[in-house]
């Protein structure tokens, strides 16, 4: 089953990526679905590292994990104030399975931004990934409070209950809450959910 997360294009970079983009003739992908922005705090950052920076997300939009991982450490690096890159940083690792470096990273980030949504909902997600199912329900609890309407963090509470603690009947509602705000037709979490009610009434 797949998760859900969201990548950080700070809006001035963004503008700065689709200049240079533009002209490589290259498209920066969107996010499967609509999540909360993080407010980053104000921090200045070289020319140099915002292309690097914008290239590494590009390669993490590609795939290129490791190679975005390396990058956006040395950015981490120089521009420690700087909050997307310390978030995205967390998603590389995560996605190469580096879980001690992913959750530096995210320990990092929430640091420099407390109470954000997306945040906690990777936070959730490293947890799963290191077995902590319980630290993974808070995390997840906690980004809901923040966001109740962003779908990915229902869908992955979804997945916590149906896949880690084999609770259908609370998995069901967090996968419905999710299709419901995704804002794209998802038939195969459609299926999914009612072979799962199809389970259920047969237990």
């Known amino acids: 089953m797949k998760v859900l997360l969201t990548l ?3 809006r001035l970079i963004l503008l700065l ?6 002209s490589a003739c290259a498209t920066v992908s969107k996010s499967p679905s609509p999540t909360s922005q993080i407010i980053k705090k104000s921090v200045s950052i070289s020319e140099k590292d915002s292309l690097d920076y914008v290239q590494a997300v590009a390669d993490l939009e ?4 490791k190679v975005a991982a390396i990058s956006l450490g040395k950015i981490a690096e120089k ?3 700087y909050l997307d890159v310390w978030v995205n940083l967390a998603i590389a690792n995560y996605t190469v399975k580096n879980i001690a470096d992913a959750q530096r990273a995210i320990e990092y980030a929430d640091k420099l931004q407390p109470a954000s949504a997306d945040i906690n909902n ?3 997600l490293i947890c799963v990934e290191s077995g902590q199912y319980k630290n993974a329900e808070k995390n997840y609890l906690n980004a809901l409070k923040l966001d109740a309407k962003n779908p990915n963090i229902h869908y992955n509470m979804a997945l916590l209950y149906d896949l880690y603690y084999q609770n259908i009947a609370k998995a ?6 999710y299709l419901l705000l995704a804002g794209q037709k998802d038939e195969e ?3 999914w959910v009612q072979e799962l009610k199809q389970t259920l009434k047969r237990e």
């Open 79 to 81: 521009n420690p104030g």
């Open 122 to 124: 990777i936070k959730g």
């Open 62 to 65: 590609k795939g290129n994990a």
């Open 172 to 177: 069901i509602p967090y996968y419905e809450s």
């Open 17 to 22: 990526a689709i200049s240079i983009l533009l």
């Open 8 to 10: 950080y294009f700070p």
């Open 189 to 191: 979490t459609e299926a």
